[in-house]
């Protein structure tokens, strides 16, 4: 049910792609990642060549992860990377399952802002002759710096599932603030491993303080103005991330200082 590809050797090193994605996404950085990790790319539920079958949440997203990882004996202390949707899928795989740490690419885990923004769209989602030209819209205002010819491989590999869409968003759109905030606060404190936040695009007012309330693990980095495929934009820099972050993961003492020091 679920697709995947395993390529390279080293410590296991998990790609998790965003919402209408695949792992086609992480193309231009499976090679150079291959080199130095044992790397596994997924296709979520409901997303590029794995089957339409729900429910489509973080946790049933996370724990089709962890089934992949098992079947494949990779299950024990992964690196887990996930852009957008995916970072909350990274997000749900460490609060439920061992790993050394996570990188979340440009996903505020405070949702407040964001559901303040897709509550704007709510009329046009609900529409099936809407969805897709409204998603189109809201993923152009997020490109960033991307260049054509990424932008249009993207495109070319990308699958809208409505089903699959609208079950994702729908706690966004429908919980009322309050109970939103709580769960995912309730996610956030569940995570205890190393976790990098990496924001292209400019995070929420205060939300590196959230993180530290709730996810004291996390740093934050910002790459101003990149946008929402810092991935992409520049996988050399990204690659370099993740070798200095999986080299943190594997000190002693606070990650946070031997990361600095490698930089």
Known sequence: ??????????????????????????DPLVGPLRARFDVVAVDLRGHGESADVGPYDPMTFASDVH??????????????????????????????????????????????????????????????????????TMFASMRGVLGDEEWNRLAAHRRVNHDAVREIWSPILDLEADELDRSIVALAESVHVAYLAVHGSAVPAG?????????????????????????????????????????????????RETFDALG
């Open 1 to 26: 049910m679920i697709v995947f590809e395993r390529q390279g050797s080293g410590p296991p090193l998990i790609l998790i792609h965003g919402l209408t994605d695949s792992r086609r996404s992480w």
């Open 67 to 136: 089934d992949v990882l098992e079947a494949e004996d990779l299950e024990h202390g992964p690196l887990v990377v996930g852009h957008s949707l995916g970072g909350l899928v990274a997000t749900a795989y460490a609060a439920m399952f061992p790993c050394a740490g996570v990188i979340n690419i440009d996903q505020p885990l405070d949702l407040g802002p964001f559901r303040e923004t897709l509550r704007t769209y709510a009329d046009q989602l609900g529409d099936d002759d809407q969805l897709e030209p409204t998603m189109t």
């Open 207 to 255: 939300y590196e303080q959230w993180l530290a309330r709730h996810l004291p693990s996390a740093r934050l980095i910002e790459w101003p103005g990149v946008g929402h495929l810092a991935h992409l934009v520049d996988p050399g820099r990204f690659v370099e991330l993740v070798g200095r972050f999986a080299q943190a993961t594997r000190s002693t003492g606070d990650w």
